[in-house]
């Protein structure tokens, strides 16, 4: 009978049975090429887009499709990178339940720190331009739902993992978001008069949606990996 090769040399089953793409030389790079376009195609780094091209272009469409085709395009490539990377594993071996809370926590404070930057930008700009009443109702509607979010966030991982370590990184996230946005309505508090409440609401909405296409794109990824289908080369049987 002929023997087949391995694709990739896996650790000894005996020993080493469930494997991650980390513990791979081969699976290791597309693992953490996937890990950095994760971050980019994040719900942080979307409004931290948004921010940005709105202050550089004062208009109210272009930050949405900016931000849009970077959360698009950066999660299309994230998950073909995760594909490749878990392709060298066979699915009944895949340890796809591993922790990594060192890189959890990293993603967390680098998307904290973006977004932080870009609201401080936002902030900023409001303070030194006249702003109608509608632009900083949609962006308070905005920053609020994402506040209410990463709170949420923060809870669960909590509950889910029975773990405060886990909590940590949404909680970074929630800090610096609460943070800004609280120093950002000293700034401009008082200026504009009452807010409208639909503009509000349509800002928080519009967040929402994002996150929420963001999560279950997510969760179908995990499952796509978690059930053994893969994309990019296909690892061979392993023998």
Known sequence: MKQINERVQLPDATTHF????????????????????????SPQVFAAVA????????????????????????????????????SNIPGKRRDTDRQLKGLSLLAAVLQALALAAAVMMLILWFANHAVSPEVVAFATGTVTALTLVMAIDVVVTAVRTRSG??????????LAVAA??????????????????????????VLLVVWGLWLAWSLWQRRRIGGGGAGGSKAAPAV
């Open 165 to 174: 370590t886990a909590a940590m990184a949404p909680a970074v996230n929630l």
């Open 180 to 205: 800004v946005s609280w120093w950002g309505f000293l700034i401009i508090a008082g200026r504009t008069g009452p807010l409208n409440v639909s503009t509000f609401i349509a800002g928080a909405v």
């Open 18 to 41: 469930l494997v991650h793409p980390l513990d791979l030389e081969s699976a290791r790079r597309p693992f953490l090429w996937s890990w950095v376009l994760g971050i980019i195609g």
């Open 51 to 86: 921010a940005l091209t709105w202050v550089l272009s004062n208009n109210f469409v272009v930050p949405f499709i900016s931000a849009g085709a970077t959360l698009l395009f950066a999660n299309l490539a994230s998950a073909w990178f995760r594909r490749e990377a878990w």
